[in-house]
T-cell receptor, first 111, second 114 residues
Framework: SQQGEEDPQALSIQEGENATMNCSYK?????LQWYRQNSGRGLVHLIL?????REKHSGRLRVTLDTSKKSSSLLITASRAADTASYFC???????????FGTGTSLTVIP | EPEVTQTPSHQVTQMGQEVILRCVPI?????FYWYRQILGQKVEFLVS????????KSEIFDDQFSVERPDGSNFTLKIRSTKLEDSAMYFC????????????FGPGTRLTVL
């Protein structure tokens, strides 16, 4: 399977702390994207990192990619209660246009 | 900011009925997708559409499913004879293509089959 797998499955932190989520995948990728999903809602695109990039920032988000380990991490700094959501990685591959989603990390930020 | 829109937000239907889920992708995007997410499970790819034809489909996308781009703006998913297990959130997504790989999702349609 080419699908990503996130860990941990669930993460609970205090507001102001940093949250780190990891994604591992099995086959070579073209790019990797992170999405956020609030309960029962749609998927919000957060950030895309290409296979030739190692790190990318967007506001309080920092994404790293290690293609040798086939893994990516999403760091949310100075977390807020509004960051409470599920976070998914989705991998794009050289073969085909579809993206493969992982099972997600459920993040709870306690005010 | 342009966004993908979907209608209806919630569809309730009886088993065996046909449903059509509608999507309006972002206007300058060339690739269109349908995904579904059964409650509590991962997002699963159904089908991708490019240049007025299906480019890829998953095992889930059997003969009961079809997609259409009837005009320059809408992209539809039809389920001919719904089953209980078709109950899920259905997400439409679009991508500009070329060097732009970000895939943008609509808010989803919650399909409930009774």
């Amino acid at each position: 399977s080419q699908q990503g797998e996130e860990d941990p499955q669930a993460l609970s932190i205090q507001e102001g702390e940093n949250a780190t989520m990891n994604c591992s995948y099995k086959t070579s990728i073209n790019n990797l994207q992170w999405y956020r999903q609030n309960s029962g809602r749609g998927l919000v695109h957060l950030i895309l990192i290409r296979s030739n990039e190692r790190e990318k920032h967007s506001g309080r988000l920092r994404v790293t990619l290690d293609t040798s380990k086939k893994s990516s991490s999403l760091l949310i700094t100075a977390s807020r209660a509004a960051d409470t959501a599920s976070y998914f990685c989705a991998t794009g591959h050289n073969t085909g246009n579809q993206f493969y989603f992982g099972t997600g990390t459920s993040l709870t930020v306690i005010p | 900011e342009p966004e993908v829109t979907q209608t209806p937000s919630h569809q309730v239907t009886q088993m065996g009925q046909e449903v059509i889920l509608r999507c309006v992708p972002i206007s300058n995007h060339l690739y269109f997708y349908w995904y579904r997410q059964i409650l509590g499970q991962k997002v699963e790819f159904l089908v991708s559409f490019y240049n007025n034809e299906i480019s890829e489909k998953s095992e889930i996308f059997d003969d009961q499913f079809s997609v259409e781009r009837p005009d320059g703006s809408n992209f539809t998913l039809k389920i001919r004879s719904t089953k209980l297990e078709d109950s899920a959130m259905y997400f439409c997504a679009s991508k500009r293509g070329g060097a732009y790989n970000e895939q943008f999702f609509g808010p989803g349609t919650r399909l409930t089959v009774l």
